[in-house]
């Protein structure tokens, strides 16, 4: 047997004790009165919707602070407190759980998005064990069913009282804490080593284009209005409201924004970037292809060329070079038509374009695979973790 067998063999082999919420404990509200200018300048700590939803604990960030009135009544947070977000646009996140598992060194005030749960008796539950059993399948079941709404979805305080939880014995909390904490950190290292290597394929794809694209006087150069044909004048915003939905890509300056039921392109094109901060940022790529059907709005410039390498070379080329000399606005970088026009683009012979496409192509695809299978073994990481932390939450209820 296992230590964990051997602890519940000892200590409730006959089931634990299971409670609801409101029968041990008390929900209470989160900061009210407040408007957004308290948020502003305050000298007061409080949780906010996002440290409840990612798990943070005390991890509060640097900017969580609220203005707090002398003598003003709010519920302050202690250790062994649970937050639930109060409220989501999906049921599967509304009332996702952190529990406070440290000493709290100064008042801790809750945001009215927050919903807060206290035990009348702090010692039956341990915080770390508190924060892996609010997580697990069983009750986040239970906690999603104490929401409803149509547009949004908001937990009820008088269904979340009902939720019912394992009481297993503190010696089993303590072991069931140890074996997921330890899960966890080798997890959380697995991911680290995983994102590390794509990170270093994806930084030697930029190498390697650099090298490859690095030309000197020895080739031709040209400029975008002489080697491809600018469509920019068949293009066409639609508001959110008035698009009709379907499966045609809806294109912008950065991607697809939504999908909609027509079409004004059916083929090969490359969109570049003409507005918005990645153009300076280039968290995302400025130059991108597009293929089949597709609609296209006005943040996004329009290139047709007449072969694959062509237009792939110069993709490549505009994603490898700062274009800062040639965006205007700093409020809205905006890169228009006639500076993209004059942008130098290298002309090698299209045998050395194909050459050159090619490998990047080749070194592409290999990051991509590397990319799907880093996520997929993530995503396996994942359900297993979750797998074995249900199975060891998961108790025979005592018979009373």
């Known amino acids: 047997m296992s230590a964990i067998d051997d602890l519940i063999a000892l200590h409730c082999s006959d089931g634990v004790q299971y409670a609801a919420l409101g029968d041990v404990g008390t929900i209470f509200g989160g900061l009210t009165g407040k408007s957004k200018a308290d948020f502003t300048g305050g000298k007061s700590r409080y949780v906010s919707y996002v440290n409840a939803f990612n798990n943070m604990d005390v991890n509060i960030g640097a900017d969580d602070f609220v203005r707090i009135a002398p003598g003003e009544k709010q519920r302050t947070l202690a250790r062994g407190d649970?937050?639930?977000?109060?409220?989501?646009?999906?049921?599967?996140?509304?009332?996702?759980?952190?529990?406070?598992?440290?000493?709290?060194?100064?008042?801790?005030?809750?945001?009215?998005?927050c919903i807060g749960y206290r035990l009348d008796d702090v010692s039956i539950l341990e915080p770390d064990f508190a924060k892996y059993l609010f997580r697990s399948s069983g009750l986040r079941m239970q906690i999603v069913r104490t929401a409803s709404g149509v547009t949004r979805y908001n937990v009820s305080k008088t269904r979340l009282a009902k939720v019912r939880f394992p009481i297993p014995p503190v010696e089993v909390q303590k072991e069931i804490v140890r074996i997921l904490d330890l899960s966890t950190s080798l997890n959380v290292q697995l991911e680290g080593e995983l994102a590390a290597e794509l990170a270093a394929r994806r930084h030697q794809f930029v190498h390697f284009r650099s090298a490859l694209l690095s030309f000197q006087d020895d080739v031709e150069w040209s400029t975008l209005d002489r080697l491809a044909g600018n469509r920019d004048s068949r293009r066409r915003p639609v508001t959110k409201a008035a698009r009709q939905p379907g499966e045609i890509p809806y294109y912008g300056a950065s991607g697809v924004v939504d999908y909609v039921s027509e079409y004004i392109f059916d083929g090969d094109y490359l969109l570049v970037s003409e507005d918005g901060a990645n153009l300076l940022a280039r968290s995302t790529p400025i130059a991108f292809s597009i293929s089949g059907?597709?609609?296209?709005?006005?943040?996004?410039?329009?290139?047709?060329?007449?072969a694959y390498a062509k237009r792939r070379f110069v993709e490549l080329y505009l994603n490898s070079i700062d274009l800062s000399p040639y965006i205007t606005g700093s409020a809205q970088p905006k890169l228009n038509q006639s500076n993209l026009?004059?942008?130098?683009?290298?002309?090698?012979?299209?045998?050395?374009?194909?050459?050159?496409?090619?490998?990047?192509?080749?070194?592409?695809?290999l990051v991509d695979d590397l990319s799907i299978c880093l996520r997929a073994e993530r995503g396996a990481r994942r359900k297993q973790y979750e797998h074995y932390r249900d199975k060891l939450l998961t108790f025979e209820e005592a018979v009373a």
């Open 293 to 306: 059907k597709t609609w296209v709005n006005n943040h996004a410039h329009i290139l047709e060329f007449d």
């Open 82 to 113: 649970v937050i639930f977000t109060a409220s989501s646009e999906t049921p599967e996140e509304v009332g996702m759980s952190s529990v406070i598992t440290d000493e709290v060194s100064e008042p801790l005030y809750l945001n009215s998005f």
């Open 341 to 365: 026009n004059r942008i130098p683009i290298p002309s090698p012979p299209l045998s050395e374009q194909e050459r050159i496409v090619a490998i990047l192509d080749n070194y592409s695809a």
